[in-house]
């Protein structure tokens, strides 16, 4: 937290809480609830989920749709595509793949 003092407020922490200028509890609570995002603190409180903001969501989100196109458009000119997975977001379970046996993968390439 000492090294988010210094990078978003200019302020050494240590002095802010014992010095002559010393901030009031309040005043200190509400700069660090006042952290951004990308601050250490924040990300060692919320892991992975702090790197995923509405910038990752939308990227994410076109990306879906571009798969969901892709898969709509083989499906229509004939093909037998897999479901498309939508890419995984934080908190969410990892989705496994299917798997498919060796005798059928090559049943499968040679028609």
Same mark, same amino acid.
């Given at each position: 937290?000492?090294?988010?003092?210094?990078?978003?407020?200019?302020?050494?922490?240590?002095?802010?809480?014992?010095?002559?200028?010393?901030?009031?509890?309040?005043?200190?609570?509400?700069?660090?609830?006042?952290? #951004?995002?990308?601050?250490?603190?924040?990300?060692?409180?919320?892991?992975?989920?702090?790197?995923?903001?509405?910038?990752?969501?939308?990227?994410?989100?076109?990306?879906?749709?571009?798969?969901?196109?892709?898969?709509?458009?083989?499906?229509?000119?004939?093909?037998?595509?897999?479901? #498309?997975?939508?890419?995984?977001? #934080?908190?969410?379970?990892?989705?496994? #793949?299917?798997?498919?046996?060796?005798?059928?993968?090559?049943?499968?390439?040679?028609?």
């Amino acid at each position: 937290m000492e090294a988010d003092f210094t990078r978003f407020y200019g302020q050494d922490l240590r002095g802010l809480c014992w010095g002559e200028n010393r901030w009031g509890v309040r005043r200190l609570l509400s700069h660090i609830k006042g952290l #951004p995002r990308d601050s250490a603190f924040v990300r060692a409180l919320s892991g992975v989920s702090a790197y995923w903001d509405e910038n990752a969501e939308l990227l994410a989100q076109i990306f879906d749709a571009m798969e969901r196109q892709t898969y709509y458009l083989l499906k229509v000119n004939g093909n037998d595509p897999s479901e #498309p997975v939508p890419l995984q977001r #934080p908190g969410q379970k990892i989705v496994e #793949p299917e798997t498919v046996s060796l005798a059928e993968f090559s049943g499968f390439l040679n028609g």
